[in-house]
């Protein structure tokens, strides 16, 4: 089955961009997933296709208007209308990977990319969209944030990654950080692998492994860790 990705945005030339290379390109090749970017400016009402107007009470910047987005999704949700719509905004709640495990098990996505300083609220109430944030920082469109977290639903895609254990051994997958990873010359600049990982003993491999997975995750990001042992305890 292939996933859909809808993405509706004023810079439909963005995409696929660099999900048509690798990994991705070759699944989109293959007919993985699908990549249909459409462009919110054909939603328009009038001649000179508005789609911004400028933000009541005043301040800078101009607002994405509630009713050519309305329109936008609605074509959208015609289109796919099993696909959960995703807004891009920092105002959303933070994805997780396990929010990508369950888009990427699902038929698709449809993706709402931003620009200048954002949607009209009423977007929120007025249609099902789901708000979805990619970090604390602030980007200047929905795009590149499109870009990642369609990069991190096609990886999970069946197929699209070779070895299928390298999925669930990464970071956050488990609750906590992968633990580090290192490879040939033995020896750089005089610093060497941890012996134990050139040993050939598996169980002390796996146990080093967990360690390193556990003592990462407490110390770069307690807010993780807590949260796993939470779950454990
Ligand atoms: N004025 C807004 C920021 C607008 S940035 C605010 O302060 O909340 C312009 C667009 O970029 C947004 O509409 C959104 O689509 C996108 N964007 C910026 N940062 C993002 C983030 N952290 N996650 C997801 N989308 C983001």
Do not use: N
Request: glycine share 10%; with cysteine; aromatic share 6%.
């Amino acid at each position: 089955m292939t996933f859909a990705a809808t993405i509706l945005t004023l810079y439909p030339e963005m995409f696929p961009g660099p999900l048509g290379i690798s990994l991705a390109g070759r699944a989109l090749e293959e007919g993985t997933w699908s990549c249909e970017p459409v462009q919110i400016r054909d939603f328009a009402a009038d001649k000179h296709r508005t789609v911004d107007d400028t933000p009541a009470g005043g301040g800078a910047g101009m607002v994405l208007k509630v009713d050519v987005l309305a329109r936008a999704v609605d074509h959208a949700l015609e289109l796919h209308p099993d696909c959960p719509v995703l807004a891009m905004t920092p105002r959303g709640k933070p994805v997780t990977q396990a929010r990508i495990r369950e888009l990427a098990a699902g038929p698709g996505v449809t993706i709402l990319c931003g620009r200048f300083e954002g949607f009209d609220e009423r977007i929120f109430a007025g249609r099902p969209v789901e708000e979805v944030s990619v970090g604390d920082i602030v980007l200047s469109g929905g795009e590149p944030a499109a870009l990642m977290l369609l990069d991190a639903c096609i990886r999970l895609l069946p197929g699209v990654m070779g070895a299928p254990s390298s999925g669930t051994e990464e970071s956050f997958e488990e609750g906590l950080l992968e633990y580090p990873h290192y490879t040939r010359p033995v020896e750089w600049e005089g610093r060497t692998i941890p012996e134990v990982l050139r040993s050939g003993d598996h169980a002390k491999i796996e146990a080093w492994r967990k360690r390193h997975a556990e003592d990462d995750t407490r110390l770069r990001r307690p807010d993780l860790w807590e949260r796993h042992r939470g779950v454990r305890d």
